[in-house]
C-alpha cells in the first residue's frame, strides 16, 4: 500500500506486560513520528526520527517507553511494564523530510488502539 | 510552548449549511504553520487545509477555507455545503517553522451533520 501502515490495529495487554507496536512509513520518507492519543484529546507528541537516529525524544513520557528505526525505515515503539494509564491510540506519521521551511506534510497511520487492564 | 485551544467540544450543523470552528493558539514565534486535520472513525488523521503564518491570504480548499487573524492568533475552518461525509473529529494543529518539526494539537471539536 501506499500510505503509513500500522500493526496491530488493536492489542489489549495485562498490566506488567511489554508491548511492542510496529509503523510501517511511506516509502522514501526520512521522517518519522510517534504520537499518543487518550481519549477525549489531540494526540500528543513522543518522538522524532530522522533517517535512523531519533531527533528528539522529549514527549516520552518515562524511560518505559523507548522506540527504534534501525534500518531507517520501520519503527517500533516498546513500552515495557505496562500500565492501565498507557491505554491510548497511538499514532505514526511519516513525512518526506523533517520539519523547516518546506511543505512536509505529515501523513499519518490509522494507529493502534493498545488498552491495558 | 506553543498551546493550541478549540472552545467548542461539539457542533452541529444541516446538510448544505456553513459551519465554522475556532481555534486559538499561543505563541511567540512569527512563522509557523497552522493545519486543521480531520479524523474520522476510522482514526486516521487527514490532513485538510494548511496555512503558512508569513501569507496573509486564506487558505482555501474547495468547500474548506480558513479565517486567520494573526494578530488575534485564531485560526478558523469554515466548511461550506456540509456533507454527511464531513461528520468527523477536527483538529487544530500547530508547527514551528524554523525548527519545529512536532504537530502541536488542539482536543478537537466533534463535528454532526444531519440530514
Known amino acids: 500500500g501506499a500510505g503509513v501502515s500500522q500493526t496491530p490495529s488493536n492489542k489489549v495487554t495485562e498490566k506488567g506486560k511489554y508491548v511492542e507496536l510496529r509503523c510501517d512509513p511511506i516509502s522514501g520518507h526520512t521522517a518519522l513520528y510517534w504520537y499518543r492519543q487518550s481519549l477525549g484529546q489531540g494526540p500528543e507528541f513522543l518522538i522524532y526520527?530522522?533517517?535512523?537516529?531519533?531527533?528528539?525524544d522529549s514527549g516520552l513520557p518515562n524511560d518505559r517507553f523507548f522506540a527504534v528505526r534501525p534500518e531507517g525505515s520501520v519503527s517500533t515503539l516498546k513500552i515495557q511494564r505496562t500500565e492501565r494509564g498507557d491505554s491510548a491510540v497511538y499514532l505514526c506519521?511519516?513525512?518526506?523530510?523533517?520539519?523547516?521551511?518546506?511543505?512536509?506534510?505529515?501523513?499519518f497511520g490509522p494507529g493502534t488502539r493498545l488498552t491495558v487492564l | 510552548a506553543q498551546t493550541v485551544t478549540q472552545s467548542q467540544p461539539e457542533m452541529s450543523v444541516q446538510e448544505a449549511e456553513t459551519v465554522t470552528l475556532s481555534c486559538t493558539y499561543d505563541t511567540s514565534e512569527s512563522d509557523y504553520y497552522l493545519f486543521w486535520y480531520k479524523q474520522p472513525p476510522s482514526r486516521q488523521m487527514i490532513l485538510v487545509i494548511r496555512?503558512?503564518?508569513?501569507?496573509?491570504q486564506n487558505a482555501t480548499e474547495n468547500r474548506f477555507s480558513v479565517n486567520f487573524q494573526k494578530a488575534a492568533k485564531s485560526f478558523s475552518l469554515k466548511i461550506s455545503d456540509s456533507q454527511l461525509g464531513d461528520a468527523a473529529m477536527y483538529f487544530c494543529?500547530?508547527?514551528?517553522?524554523?525548527?519545529?518539526?512536532?504537530?502541536?494539537f488542539g482536543k478537537g471539536t466533534s463535528l454532526l451533520v444531519t440530514p
Open positions: 526520527f530522522q533517517g535512523t537516529g531519533a531527533a528528539d
Open positions: 506519521a511519516s513525512s518526506l523530510m523533517g520539519g523547516g521551511r518546506s511543505r512536509n506534510e505529515q501523513f
Open positions: 496555512q503558512e503564518a508569513y501569507k496573509q
Open positions: 494543529a500547530y508547527r514551528n517553522s524554523n525548527s519545529g518539526y512536532a504537530l502541536n
